[in-house]
């Protein structure tokens, strides 16, 4: 079956660090991937997604690639900001099937 | 706009009492879910549907029953509330794609107490 496994948390960092969330995945077939951030009180947005092997999924200076030899879509981001502060969700999805998504990452950014 | 949209946002149970916790979206989206999050736990699916008059079981169904009668809707009843299910609902929707490339808008939440 499909999983997600997913750095534990919580992460602490001070403002303008430099953020890396590790993922790993186990799946059958060729998963997309997606990174999820959800902040205080809100539901899930999509962060960034990538579809095949080697595609690079970026968005607000966040970035995660799809590595198929080391099954990983770790997210990055160069300089992260108080705003950042949130619960990240990795998730894969197969061909019909359902989403699945690891733990959720608690990122605190402290000024 | 376009999107899933919950409804109530919050509601306070008795235990032993019933609800339905209602969810539409208007993208005609073939997939919609059910999940719930409590702390530390992550996001467990409830019930799932892949159209209209399917549905089917995740991971944590008992306690809970859905239907599909339309594409747009996906509502979630709780057949006689407990305090166990107490927790935020999240409901959410996407394309059915050729490898599944499409991710999930999900609804902005439902955070129900059962006293």
């Known amino acids: 079956g499909n999983s997600v496994t997913q750095m534990e948390g919580p992460v602490t960092l001070s403002e303008e660090a430099f953020l890396t969330i590790n993922c790993t995945y186990t799946a059958t077939g060729y998963p997309s991937l997606f990174w999820y951030v959800q902040y205080p009180g809100e539901g899930l947005q999509l962060l960034l997604k990538?579809?095949?092997?080697?595609d690079k999924g970026s968005n607000k200076g966040f970035e995660a690639t799809y590595r198929k030899e080391t099954t990983s879509f770790h997210l990055e981001k160069g300089s992260v900001q108080v705003s950042d502060s949130a619960v990240y969700f990795c998730a894969l999805r197969t061909s019909g099937s359902r989403l699945t998504f690891g733990e959720g990452t608690q990122l605190t950014v402290n000024p | 706009n376009a999107g899933v949209t919950q409804t109530p946002k919050f509601q306070v149970l008795k235990t032993g009492q019933s609800m339905t916790l209602q969810c539409a979206q208007d993208m005609n989206h073939e997939y919609m879910s059910w999940y719930r999050q409590d702390p530390g736990m992550g996001l467990r699916l409830i019930h799932y549907s892949v159209g209209a008059g399917i549905t089917d079981q995740g991971e944590v169904p008992n306690g809970y029953n859905v239907s599909r009668s339309t594409t747009e809707d996906f509502p979630l009843r709780l057949l006689s509330a407990a305090p166990s299910q107490t927790s935020v609902y999240f409901c959410a929707s996407s394309y059915s794609g050729p490898q599944g490339g499409n991710g999930y808008t999900f609804g902005s939440g439902t955070r129900l107490t059962v006293v």
């Open positions: 990538a579809t095949k092997a080697d």
